[in-house]
């Protein structure tokens, strides 16, 4: 055979000649690290934007809604003080899945009877009472959130047409509602 | 021996025929296990096999390119979320600010409770009576609606057995004359229970005699607390307490 063409064969043999089997494993953990601060980037960015929402709202002069929707609590809150806690249950329950977290807008209510109280913001979110979700009929795709009667009576007074309801669905964010310890004397 | 062992070349076969004689050749060399002999092997077969060896490790000389593109994109990403922690550190330290931790008041005229609490407590809840929304108008045509204002507030004063001046309204709803400003009759003792808390603009939250009414709407626009909760909250804030009314 012409040595020429060992040469040849040997330079290809010799471009080519790699570890293979440790590069591999190297990738998939820098592919792993890489997808794990994409998803981190992506959790700081929600948080970021609550923060935000909060810097916003604590100078103006509107009431809004906090809801954490994994823990099930709420807060009624005015600039950065915090008027009201309450609680809630979800249907469905798998709530904090369906609805990505940000701002809604109260679109509209429905304040009488008071038995079919409720709130609206969009086609995303209803809060109504237990007498509301008995006489209610719920529609595909809405999150309903049941709240105690008393407190939907005073979140439906206290929250203005075109208030913002901003939705924590996940737990883990810093800024997420704390829990309001109750110390009686 | 068939012409496929012969010299690639010198036989001046074409490639195809190499090829076709060759594999075969190679394997019944194998089969009878005669000791490979590079000239006698077909020249194809290791220039095949070479080439695949050398597609394999350009292959994986490849992947190692596009590892520094990975490291490249990674350290790109440390820094984008190390700049989001560092502001997001910031926008929580600026809103952490803005929570004193002193004590306010809140008064939820709708269900008619009082809340004294710090951002993270609630240290009580009282149940209390606000403005009863009701109309009354005189026959010379001034009117008043009893409301609770809304809004926030600041605790301006703390009196200590406060006395009720009575205004002209009040006269007016027991349809009676209504006697000049400083008479005696406007004054009145022991009403308004034993401490108010003035908020500015003739509103109060003070005591009342109508306990039975607690939880109603039943004011003049005044905040009314039980004897016990009155005291409490009396001695829990002081001039520049926050009171939120919604």
């Given at each position: 055979m012409n040595i020429k063409w060992i040469i040849v064969l040997v330079s290809l043999f010799a471009t080519g000649a790699d570890s293979g089997a440790l590069d591999i494993s190297e990738q998939r953990q820098l592919i792993e690290k890489r997808t794990a601060l994409t998803r981190r980037i992506e959790h700081l960015k929600q948080e970021q934007d609550f923060l935000l929402f909060q810097k916003e709202f604590s100078t103006l002069d509107s009431k809004y809604l906090i809801l954490d929707l994994a823990e099930r609590k709420g807060q009624l809150k005015y600039k950065h003080v915090v008027l009201k806690d309450f609680q809630f249950t979800t249907s469905p329950v798998s709530a904090y899945k369906k609805i990505p977290s940000g701002a809604l807008t109260l679109t509209s209510r429905v304040e009488k009877p008071r038995a079919r109280m409720s709130l609206a913001f969009g086609k995303t979110l209803v809060i109504w009472s237990k007498a509301g979700e008995s006489s209610g009929k719920k529609q595909r795709g809405i999150v309903y959130l049941t709240v105690k009667r008393k407190d939907l009576v005073s979140i439906s007074y206290a929250l203005e047409d075109g208030a913002q309801a901003y939705i924590i669905p996940s737990s883990g964010l810093r800024a997420k509602i704390g829990v309001t310890k109750s110390v009686r004397d | 021996m068939p012409a496929s062992y012969q010299r690639w070349g010198k036989s001046g076969e074409a490639p195809k025929t190499v090829l076709k004689s060759g594999i075969p050749a190679f394997a019944r060399m194998a089969a009878y296990g005669r000791k490979a002999n590079f000239h006698m092997v077909n020249k194809t077969v290791w220039v095949m096999l070479f080439c695949l060896i050398a597609l394999a490790g350009i292959a994986a000389d490849r992947s190692g390119i596009s590892e520094s593109k990975l490291r490249d994109e990674i350290s790109s990403l440390e820094q984008t979320a190390q700049e989001l922690e560092e502001q997001n550190q910031g926008l929580g330290r600026m809103l952490s600010a803005l929570d004193s931790g002193e004590i306010y008041i809140v008064v939820d005229t709708e269900n008619n409770r009082l809340t004294l609490r710090t951002e993270d407590a609630v240290m009580r809840v009282a149940v209390c009576g606000t403005g009863s929304r009701q109309f009354v108008e005189e026959e010379t045509g001034r009117n008043w609606f009893f409301e609770t204002p809304l809004g926030s507030f600041t605790v301006l004063g703390k009196e200590r057995n406060p006395v009720w001046i009575r205004p002209d309204w009040s006269f007016v709803e027991e349809n009676m004359p209504v006697p000049p400003?400083?008479?005696?009759?406007r004054i009145v003792r022991g009403v308004l229970g034993k401490y108010a808390l003035l908020l500015g603009s003739g509103y109060k939250i003070h005591g009342t005699t109508f306990t039975n009414l607690l939880g109603t709407h039943f004011t003049h626009g005044c905040v009314s607390l039980g004897d016990r909760d009155l005291e409490a909250v009396y001695k829990a804030v002081k001039i520049g307490t926050k009171v939120y009314i919604y």
């Open positions: - | 400003k400083g008479h005696p009759d």
